[in-house]
């Protein structure tokens, strides 16, 4: 059950998660193919693995050891794509703000042709990595830190 207080296994996954989301953001940007241009992408990365793992992992705790290794995994999956999503609305924002689109359909459809665009950068083996052990090692981390300090 979902507690709304903070607890040590939230604390746990919100900085493990953010250091998941700092590393994701390292790999990522280097495969960009504007690497230069990535702007402030680590820190918000870092930011977002913050909030995912609040929100996602920190729910997850007390289910044992393996299933905290899938609920990791599938939060870090979770942050690459409201990252991938962030990144988007950034871009786009910063395009509506110069006038090059039409209308608010177009600037909501080019968030989704943004996102696909950017989702080359992600198929790498340094991002696979990060999603799958970076995912499975800050899941254990949390169950662990749920299981010690309750």
């Known amino acids: 059950m979902a507690?709304?207080?903070?607890?040590?296994?939230k604390l746990m996954a919100a900085a493990s998660f953010?250091?998941?989301?700092?590393?994701?953001?390292n790999y990522y940007a280097v495969n960009m193919p504007d690497a230069a241009a990535a702007g402030p992408i680590r820190e918000g990365a870092a930011l977002v693995?913050?909030?995912?793992?609040?929100s996602v992992m920190g729910n997850s705790v007390g289910k044992g050891y393996v299933e905290a290794a899938g609920a990791g995994i599938k939060t870090a999956v979770i942050l690459a794509v409201v990252a991938l999503f962030l990144l988007a609305l950034a871009e786009?924002?910063?395009?509506s703000v110069r006038m090059r689109y039409e209308d608010a359909m177009e600037a909501i459809l080019a968030v989704v042709d943004t996102m696909a665009k950017r989702s080359h950068a992600l198929v790498s083996l340094g991002v696979f990595g990060t999603v799958l052990l970076g995912g499975i090692v800050a899941g254990l981390l949390t169950e662990n830190a749920g299981r010690r300090w309750k």
């Open 3 to 9: 507690t709304p207080m903070p607890t040590a296994a």
């Open 18 to 25: 953010a250091v998941v989301g700092w590393i994701l953001a």
């Open 49 to 54: 693995g913050v909030v995912v793992g609040w």
């Open 92 to 95: 786009m924002l910063e395009n």
